[in-house]
């Protein structure tokens, strides 16, 4: 089940794109993070998504929120990921699917007929201290982060 607004996020231990191990709560900044759960590096979607959040990567530090994405890629597909897109924002790598079920983003999917587990593309605003804000489910990677980031800008101002 998709973790709600107001639950506290899992703080497990993973490995980003430098093999560099952090539990999430780590990793959030004075004003919380942004988690965004994605399918697969070097996808079309998952690449726009990606290159989006980097774009207004300083924009949410400015809030002191930083951005976190997080799939079940390998930290080797992360760093090549990173490296090719110029991605200056931590990527995790959940492998074992820890965090995937802990925030309930993995789950039964349909394409062409086929029914398989997979990861639902989501977006977690999560304060400092581990509260989960805000969550978007089935994401359209089209002007997301710009929602997240109008989201973020609300609450730090204190009208969220």
Request: glycine share 8%; charged share 25%.
């Amino acid at each position: 089940m998709l973790l709600k607004e107001n639950a506290v996020a899992p703080n497990l231990t993973l490995p980003d794109q430098n093999e560099q191990l952090h539990e999430l709560a780590s990793l959030y900044g004075p004003n919380g993070s942004v988690v965004y759960f994605y399918p697969k590096d070097n996808t079309p979607g998952c690449t726009l998504e990606a290159k989006d959040f980097q774009a207004l990567s300083p924009e949410f530090e400015k809030l002191g929120i930083h951005v976190i994405g997080l799939s079940k890629d390998s930290t080797a597909s992360h760093a090549k990921f990173a490296n090719k897109h110029n991605l200056s924002f931590t990527l995790l790598s959940d492998s074992e699917g820890k965090a995937c079920e802990g925030f309930g983003v993995w789950q039964e999917k349909k394409n062409y007929g086929k029914v398989y587990m997979g990861i639902v593309r989501s977006t977690f605003l999560i304060d400092a201290k581990g509260v989960v804000l805000k969550t978007w489910t089935k994401v359209k990677t089209k002007e997301h982060a710009q929602k997240v980031l109008e989201e973020a800008r609300n609450r730090v101002s204190g009208e969220g």
